[in-house]
């Protein structure tokens, strides 16, 4: 019930492109879904997060789609650049504990 | 604003040695965490810390693992004896808050290899 499933595991977009991510939760106490973005040898930087009282969330080219009743959560990168590719975690926290689903690597091709 | 510093930045060692990793976090930080990040995976809550206390250990194999936090502010996390399955970037973490999940700001981690 602590469990984060993100899909894909990785992902190829063109430069220009929609990416697109996913993460399921079970836990209805969580209340608070980040985002995190990883490169190479760096640790992990919040991107973007929501709280389950929105359905959306919007950021410059990043936006959040929630959907409580579904338990389901997305992350959108509009216009995907070659400096996006990265490895995308999503989380969900309860308690002040957050919970790191498995990753997407994401390349974006010029 | 500097960032969360942690050492060794890397560290190869062999089975049944032991080993200390340390974190510095942001100034004025009461919340600290440790996560251990295994290759291909996302990272994995091992201890949490607000100011000196230990909020959250259920996660850490109390049997070769240990941590603590310096007076509420650097912390050492120590493995002993180590295995090959710890092989993993050890993450330090701090918050601003007090341990509401609000933003966590990550070191670069430190990469263990254990042979």
């Known amino acids: 019930q602590q469990q984060v499933k993100q899909s894909p595991q990785s992902l190829i977009v063109q430069k220009g492109g929609i990416s697109i991510i996913n993460c399921a939760y079970e836990n209805t106490a969580f209340d608070y879904f980040p985002w995190y973005q990883q490169f190479p040898g760096k640790g992990p930087a919040l991107l973007i997060a929501?709280?389950?009282?929105?359905s959306e969330k919007k950021e410059g080219r990043f936006t959040i789609s929630f959907n409580k009743s579904a338990k389901q959560f997305s992350l959108h990168i509009m216009d995907s650049q070659p400096g996006d590719s990265a490895t995308y975690f999503c989380?969900?926290?309860?308690?002040?504990?957050?919970?790191f689903g498995q990753g997407t690597t994401l390349q974006v091709k010029p | 604003e500097a960032g969360v510093a942690q050492s060794p930045r890397y560290k190869i060692i062999e089975k049944r040695q032991s080993v200390a990793f340390w974190c510095n976090p942001i100034s004025g930080h009461a919340t600290l965490y440790w996560y251990q990040q295994i290759l291909g995976q996302g990272p994995k809550l091992l201890i949490q810390?607000?100011?000196?206390?230990?909020?959250?250990d259920s996660q850490l194999p109390k049997d070769r693992f240990s941590a603590e936090r310096l007076k509420g502010v650097d912390s050492t996390l120590k493995i002993q004896p180590a295995k090959l399955e710890d092989s993993a970037v050890y993450l330090c973490?701090?918050?601003?808050?007090?341990?509401?999940?609000?933003?966590?700001?990550f070191g670069s981690g430190t990469q263990l290899s254990v042979l």
């Open positions: 929501i709280r389950p009282d929105v």
């Open positions: 989380a969900a926290s309860t308690t002040g504990k957050l919970i």
């Open positions: 973490a701090s918050s601003p808050l007090t341990g509401l999940g609000e933003k966590l700001f």
């Open positions: 810390f607000q100011n000196n206390g230990v909020v959250d």
